[in-house]
């Protein structure tokens, strides 16, 4: 305000100025027609009296020098107003422009909205079929309930194969311990049997030789036949049992074979019974997580499916004014489709195209006057940012220096000035709006 107030003080001693220079020029023309009256008389005096040398009138001289003052401190005042302001009509109200899109495909039922209708953050802007989102949610609660319930049936698994495992392990080192006293029993049958073969090789080489002392006997009738005959017969058994006892020893010894063999895969049984073990509980338990890893997998396609049902309600996320509308009943729109565009008019600033070399003394915090056209109305601010680049280096195609030939372009930057809040008439700014800002740099 006080640079208005001083702008307006120069402005008016400038009016006065003016009005002053026309009044000296009115009384220098009456200076003139007097003058030129008495240049009139005196022509014709001339013939009667002698020519006189002329002199300057005064007031001539002092309404000149008076001038010349008030032109110098005119120029002076207006040099010294206008370094304290940089302004460039290349400026405009800016503010963030939101596009509406649709989350989820689906048909248009409704809209709820118009173009310049003024929308808060969550009301409905339309809304989408909503059928094939329920029966989606439909099949993600079934699909959840029925991997509920196989880990539910498979949590037992676990259990039930520890106890499996264990009972395998028993019986494995049951069935060594039983294999080992089969071998220790073949082994003491084969002993025995050993022992028989021997009693039995003894008994018989008795036999051969009493046989062979009541041969010569018998020959000379010293010994009866009978008896003879009899110890003949009884070698003869002799020599049978011996071989019995030789046939049992051998079927003692496979026996024992056998047994050693059965004792092997015992101990073969036991050992995998007691490796097998834990990695039949870890596979339980694998599947078990497995059914809890689709437990979840279902949960989460049913959160999905419940937000795809809710993305049927297309909401507004700010306070704005629809700008434009696309969306229209019965209308077939995909994910990312714009429906809706909406402006923020809470939210506006400036957007000033200022020419490179105006920069030099422009810092951000510094005051601004803002005259916006379309309102026929000024507002206070303050430059905001000032830019990163300028606006060809951000364009679409940016110029390339290093080809062609080369003309030098003063270039212009775009400067951010946010408004001073707590005016009126910043609920009537839009966007677009044609805005001429004087910053004052000093």
Do not use: C
């Not at 049958?189 to 009693?199: D, G, H, Q, R, T």
């Not at 364009?395 to 003063?410: I, R």
């Amino acid at each position: 305000m006080a640079n208005d107030r001083m702008t307006y003080a120069s402005e008016h001693e400038i009016e006065e100025l003016r009005e002053e220079i026309r009044h000296l020029r009115e009384e220098q023309q009456k200076g003139r027609s007097e003058e030129k009256k008495e240049d009139d008389k005196k022509s014709e005096d001339k013939e009667q009296k002698p020519e006189e040398p002329k002199k300057p009138h005064p007031l001539r001289k002092i309404l000149l020098i008076i001038l010349i003052l008030v032109v110098v401190a005119a120029g002076i005042a207006y040099w010294l107003y206008s370094r304290q302001f940089e302004d460039t009509d290349d400026a405009q109200v800016d503010g963030h422009i939101n596009a509406i899109t649709a989350r989820v495909s689906g048909t248009i039922t409704g809209v709820y909205v118009e173009e310049n209708q003024f929308v808060k953050a969550g009301q409905v802007l339309a809304d989408l079929d909503p059928r094939d989102s329920q029966v989606a949610l439909a099949v993600a609660q079934s699909q959840l309930a029925q991997a509920q319930a196989q880990s539910q049936a498979q949590r037992p698994n676990v259990p039930v194969t520890e106890t499996n495992t264990r009972t395998a392990i028993a019986t494995a080192a049951g069935d060594v311990t039983n294999a080992e006293a089969a071998v220790a029993a073949a082994d003491h049958n084969y002993e025995a049997a050993l022992a028989k073969v021997s009693e039995s090789e003894a008994n018989s080489a008795k036999a051969q030789a009493d046989v062979e002392r009541y041969r010569p006997l018998a020959e000379k009738d010293e010994v009866p036949r009978e008896q003879f005959d009899q110890v003949v017969a009884n070698a003869k058994a002799l020599a049978a049992t011996v071989a019995a006892n030789q046939a049992t020893a051998k079927a003692a010894a496979r026996e024992a074979d056998q047994a050693r063999a059965q004792l092997s895969q015992a101990h073969q049984r036991a050992e995998e019974a007691s490796q097998n073990a834990p990695q039949q509980v870890e596979m339980q338990k694998a599947n078990v997580a497995v059914r809890q890893a689709a437990i979840q997998t279902a949960r989460a396609q049913l959160d999905q499916a419940r937000l795809n049902l809710s993305y049927l309600k297309i909401q507004s996320p700010v306070n704005g004014i629809v700008a434009k509308r696309s969306a229209e009943v019965g209308q077939h729109v995909e994910p990312g489709q714009q429906v809706v565009l909406i402006t923020q008019i809470d939210d506006l600033w400036v957007t000033a195209n200022f020419k490179e070399t105006q920069l030099r003394r422009m810092s951000p915090g510094q005051s601004v006057r803002l005259h916006v056209d379309a309102l026929k109305a000024d507002f206070d601010g303050y430059v905001e940012s000032l830019p990163a680049a300028s606006g060809a280096i951000t364009s679409l195609l940016p110029p390339e220096n290093a080809t062609g030939n080369f003309v030098k372009v003063v270039q212009r930057l775009p400067v951010r000035i946010r408004f001073k809040p707590n005016q009126n008439g910043l609920d009537r700014l839009r966007p677009g709006m044609s805005v001429e800002p004087k910053v004052r740099v000093e």
